[in-house]
């Protein structure tokens, strides 16, 4: 069990490293959320939520980030998704009603999230059925600095017929998969989700990497979902 304390600065921590894709200083929890502790303090409360799995530090004399366990416990404590914009739901709106060919509106839907999220997303059709769009979005994100994860990321969706293949019949509710959990690269999220258009079953599907705003994203899968089957 943690303390409400630490559940506050491990929210914090994610809500930065998230924001700033940046190690997280006590000084930033205490000028945050805590003005009058000392960054002592708070650091010492870093250092055991460190001890317990929830934090790791990249590097000599800096803050602290996520570890996979931290970021799913605030999955299931904190997340609070929030919904596209005004604009952009009128955006997504329009998109349905200019394409009357339903797979290619969602193909112009999937292009649009891929817009927002700044990630990419993955729309799946059936098991050997699918699109992707919105690379170049999740390559330019800081973790993709490192080569090595561009290139595993490609191979991945360069071989995204075995990928959905194992997991398309297993998607019947909104999943986040996470670190080991997912299947496209443990360095990595993926949150997927299913729609049933026509009696025909599709997965729809955001992919970035494990620093993602989940609350952003969580919520544009669902306004999507929501806004395909208002048309039936």
Known sequence: MLTERKKKILKTVVEEYIKRAKPVSSKTIVRKEFPKLSSATIRNEMLDLARKGFLIQPYTSAGKIPTIRGFNFFLKNFLKETEPSPLEKRIFRHLK???L?????????????AEIAEEAV?????KNDFFYTGLSHLFRQPEFKDFFLIYKISEIIDHLDKT?????????????LIGKENPFG???????????????????GILGPVRMDYNKNVGLIKFIKKLIYEQN
Not at 122 to 126: G, Q, R
Not at 188 to 202: F, W
């Open 164 to 176: 959905m293949g194992k997991i398309f019949d297993k998607i019947e509710k909104m999943e986040i």
């Open 101 to 113: 060919e339903k797979r290619q509106m969602i193909k112009e839907i999937a292009k649009k999230m």
């Open 122 to 126: 993955i729309v799946a059709f059936s």
């Open 186 to 204: 443990d360095k990595s999220t993926v949150i997927l989700d299913e729609i049933k258009l026509d009696n025909q079953k599709i997965v729809i």
């Open 97 to 99: 009603e200019k394409y």
